[in-house]
């Protein structure tokens, strides 16, 4: 049970270990999680990013309980026999040492332990992974992104810091510059900070080469919102509404407003070869 938001390290140990003991009794491994977010969290990952990287992890079965009012009123000893047990039939329950359920958060791990006599389970209780004695959090990968720090970031999440969207209509103005790129809509709020990035773009499980830009477009004074474009080298594919995912490699450089689209041109094609070379690295 948990949010999982980044199925971060920490989160892995847990389903990994949930999918070791479900195959070995020969079982269902099912995760229990929560949408929208119990303490209305800013996300790192969609939910349907979560869900695809819970699958990949081995897990059967996924359940998404809608956490809205009324099942927030839920009592953490009705949640466990009338949810976990009458409903999913749990066997081992897999929790983080910090995780709180039912109303008022009041329900955790000790809530489970005594209450596994009574409803004929067992409770595996998992303790939160550190790093430089801080823990491996949501939370901390959240400040970690909005800082800048992806290579830190994507080593606790195990993964480098992606944007998971849909391929969307966009200005056309990279396409006419000769960058054509796809003008992603990101389905989390969770962003890295504006600049020019050499990426990974996956698209229907195949990985490709590109760069992405991440900004408001300062040179063609269009400053009213947050753009995600992508150009992915040597791809010349329709995919409007596709989905898609971005992992950040390495930053390039920042943000910069040009005096005219020439000189932004001849700049993104100083971006592209550098990306192309920090991609290519041994």
Not at 47 to 60: N, T
Not at 78 to 93: E, S
Not at 138 to 149: A, D, E, Q
Not at 159 to 176: F, H, Q, T
Request: charged share 25%; hydrophobic share 40%.
């Amino acid at each position: 049970m948990g949010v999982f938001d980044g199925v971060h390290k920490a989160h892995r140990c847990i389903l990994k270990d949930a999918v070791k003991i479900a195959r070995a009794i020969k079982g269902t491994s099912i995760v229990v999680t929560f949408w929208p977010h119990p303490q209305r969290q800013e996300s790192l990952y969609s939910l349907e990013h979560r869900l695809r990287l819970i699958s990949e992890l081995g897990i059967d079965a996924c359940i998404v309980i809608n956490f809205n009012k009324r099942f927030s009123q839920i009592v953490a000893e009705d949640f466990i026999k009338n949810i976990l047990v009458a409903k999913i039939g749990a066997y081992y329950i897999y929790v983080g040492r910090n995780f709180r359920f039912g109303k008022g958060a009041k329900g955790n791990f000790l809530t489970l332990n005594r209450l596994s006599c009574i409803y004929n389970y067992k409770v595996r209780v998992f303790d939160v992974i550190t790093r430089n004695y801080q823990p491996v959090s949501s939370t901390s990968i959240r400040r970690l992104i909005t800082k800048g720090k992806l290579s830190t970031a994507g080593r606790l999440l195990c993964k480098p810091v992606s944007v998971y969207g849909e391929v969307i209509k966009g200005s056309s103005l990279a396409k006419k510059l000769g960058f054509p790129t796809a003008n992603i809509n990101p389905h989390h709020e969770i962003l890295p900070p504006s600049g020019i990035y050499a990426v990974q773009a996956i698209l229907n499980n195949k990985k490709f080469n590109g760069v992405c830009y991440i900004g408001s477009k300062p040179t063609f004074n269009m400053h009213n919102r947050k753009n995600i474009e992508v150009h992915i080298f040597n791809f010349k594919k329709d995919i409007y509404g596709e989905r898609i995912e971005i992992q950040f490699i390495a930053k390039i450089r920042n943000e910069k407003k040009f005096k005219s689209p020439q000189l932004l041109a001849e700049q993104i094609r100083k971006d592209v070869a550098c990306a192309k070379r920090v991609l290519t690295r041994p």
